[in-house]
């Protein structure tokens, strides 16, 4: 089984940024298409971004303009840059990958990371 391992959580102040990684324990070809989600308490887990094998990317409409998603192949790793942080974009974040593009969009992926708690002040 693949294994995806995330750091750089963390807390923040308002309009501050993180940088989230998401190390792959095999090739990223391999492993397939990624992406990340989030769940804050009493709210449902919803696709923040997905980054395909050729490096197309979506967004959720929330963080467009602030979040970009990227990945580096040669180290096998997924980042998700986050700037301009707001209160709202508190949650649990998890990488995730799937070899069918339509399960990651979804939510219903093959492969999780642990989660890494983002915490962003006002």
């Known amino acids: 089984q693949a294994q995806l391992v995330e750091s750089g959580g963390g807390s923040v102040q308002a309009g501050g940024s993180l940088r989230l990684s998401c190390a792959a324990s095999?090739?990223?070809?391999?492993?397939?298409?990624m992406g990340w989600f989030r769940q804050a308490p009493g709210k449902e887990r919803e696709r923040v971004a997905t980054i395909t094998i050729g490096g197309t990317t979506s967004y959720a409409y929330s963080v467009k303009g602030r979040f970009t998603i990227s990945q580096d192949n040669a180290k096998n790793t997924l980042y998700l840059q986050m700037n301009s942080l707001k209160p709202e974009d508190t949650a649990m974040y998890y990488c995730?990958?799937?070899?069918?593009?339509?399960?990651?969009?979804?939510?219903?992926?093959?492969?999780w990371g642990q989660g890494t708690q983002v915490t962003v002040s006002s």
């Open positions: 095999e090739s990223t070809y391999s492993i397939g298409y």
């Open positions: 995730a990958a799937d070899r069918r593009f339509e399960r990651l969009w979804v939510g219903h992926a093959d492969y």
